[in-house]
């Protein structure tokens, strides 16, 4: 077929998101090694404007327009070798506490970080 099998996009999704993570100076290995907090997908949502092909480089784009409180939500975009949008999603995540298995609201480590931006 040809097509990147729509399954794979997810993974797209989730590098935009460590990445950006990453850029702001918080890993995802950090965050559960250091503060044992994880951050589980508790929504997403995709929407495929055009087909992306096996072998093509895929550029993302990754944007947080909002300071998290109790969810962090990522807007990604996808775009193909062309720079043509190809498809955007919207990822929400929430904070957990490992130790106690409870939600909480976002660490002080990440609004320390996302403060200079919003």
């Known amino acids: 077929m ?9 993974k797209f999704y989730e590098i935009g998101r460590v990445e950006t993570m990453r850029a702001l100076g918080v890993s995802y290995r950090s965050l559960e090694d250091d503060f044992g907090i994880m951050l589980p997908v508790v ?6 404007l055009r087909p992306a092909y ?5 550029e993302i ?10 969810i962090l939500i990522f807007y990604h975009e996808l775009f193909n070798p062309k ?7 919207c990822v929400k995540l929430f904070f957990v506490e ?10 002080s480590i ?5 403060s ?3």
């Open 110 to 114: 990440l609004t320390e970080k996302l």
């Open 54 to 58: 096996y072998d093509d480089n895929i």
């Open 98 to 107: 490992m130790q106690s298995g409870k939600r909480i609201s976002t660490p």
């Open 83 to 89: 720079k043509e949008l190809i498809n955007t999603a």
């Open 43 to 48: 929504s997403l949502e995709s929407r495929y």
């Open 2 to 10: 040809g097509y990147l099998y729509y399954g794979h996009y997810a």
């Open 116 to 118: 200079a931006y919003f």
């Open 61 to 70: 784009k990754s944007v947080l327009k909002e300071m998290p409180n109790k």
